[in-house]
Nanobody, 126 residues
Framework: QVQLVESGGGLVQPGGSLRLSCATSGRTVRTSNMGWFRQAPGKEREFVASRRSNGATYYSDSVKGRFTVSRDDGKNTLYLQMNSLEPEDTAIYYC????????????????????WGQGTQVTVSS
């Protein structure tokens, strides 16, 4: 059984940083294609970042240069380091895992992913 558990969310001031974690069980992050999505109130879930099993990473234009996705194979955990946070980054953040090996452009689509975590709230406010 695959389980994804996010943590690390919270309240941070604009310009601050947070690191989200996605502890994974039932699959190995090293050989999995995984992603981060977010959903703000009243908005659709949107792509944030992804990391292929081969290490390639992809980011949405809105977070490129500020967010970094990484993994710790020993802890079987995916991370999202978020710097220079803005109020527009406020949302529930979800990690996700795709069972297959989709082409890169599909990693930006939520329906590509088979497993999801419960989400962690990130609020950026002064």
């Amino acid at each position: 059984q695959v389980q994804l558990v996010e943590s690390g969310g919270g309240l941070v001031q604009p310009g601050g940083s947070l690191r989200l974690s996605c502890a994974t069980s039932g699959r190995t992050v090293r050989t999995s294609n995984m992603g981060w999505f977010r959903q703000a109130p009243g908005k659709e879930r949107e792509f944030v970042a992804s990391r292929r099993s081969n290490g390639a990473t992809y980011y949405s234009d809105s977070v490129k240069g500020r967010f970094t996705v990484s993994r710790d194979d020993g802890k079987n955990t995916l991370y999202l380091q978020m710097n220079s946070l803005e109020p527009e980054d406020t949302a529930i953040y979800y990690c996700a895992l795709a069972s297959g090996n989709p082409i890169s452009m599909y990693l930006k689509i939520a329906s590509t992913y088979d497993y999801w975590g419960q989400g962690t709230q990130v609020t950026v406010s002064s």
